[in-house]
């Protein structure tokens, strides 16, 4: 499955932005969809995950509660709702698909999509 994110954007603490990602195929049922971020200088990490065909998002603790993951309507489009923006979400985002069931490395990920830049102004 081919991923592209979009969406990211310039922002001032405490704003809000959604990031969109599409995918190549019909539908993302197949897989575990997940955002990761990298910041300059620091290792990719996880935001987000879901299994498509069923299940809840679960997320990293530091998003928990400000960050909504949501599957889109047609079925190959996934949503991040961010919300509070700090500074230290600063990074490129990335979405990405799993064939595993449950997802939180970067390892388990077999597709990726290019990142799209979010910076949050202090």
């Known amino acids: 499955v081919q991923l592209q994110a979009s969406g990211g954007g310039l922002v001032q603490a405490g704003g809000s932005l959604r990031l969109s990602c599409a995918g190549s195929?019909?539908?993302?049922?197949?897989?575990?969809m997940g955002w990761f971020r990298q910041a300059p200088g620091k290792e990719r990490e996880f935001i987000a995950a879901?299994?498509?065909?069923?299940?809840?998002?679960y997320y990293a603790e530091s998003v928990k509660g400000r960050f909504i993951l949501s599957r889109g309507d047609t079925g190959n489009t996934a949503y991040l709702q961010m919300n509070m923006l700090k500074p230290d979400d600063t990074a490129v985002y990335y979405c990405a698909a799993s064939t595993r069931l449950y997802g939180l490395g970067v390892r388990d990920y077999q597709y990726w999509g290019p990142g799209t830049q979010v910076t949050v102004s202090s």
């Open positions: 879901i299994r498509w065909r069923a299940g809840n998002p």
């Open positions: 195929e019909r539908t993302f049922s197949s897989y575990t």
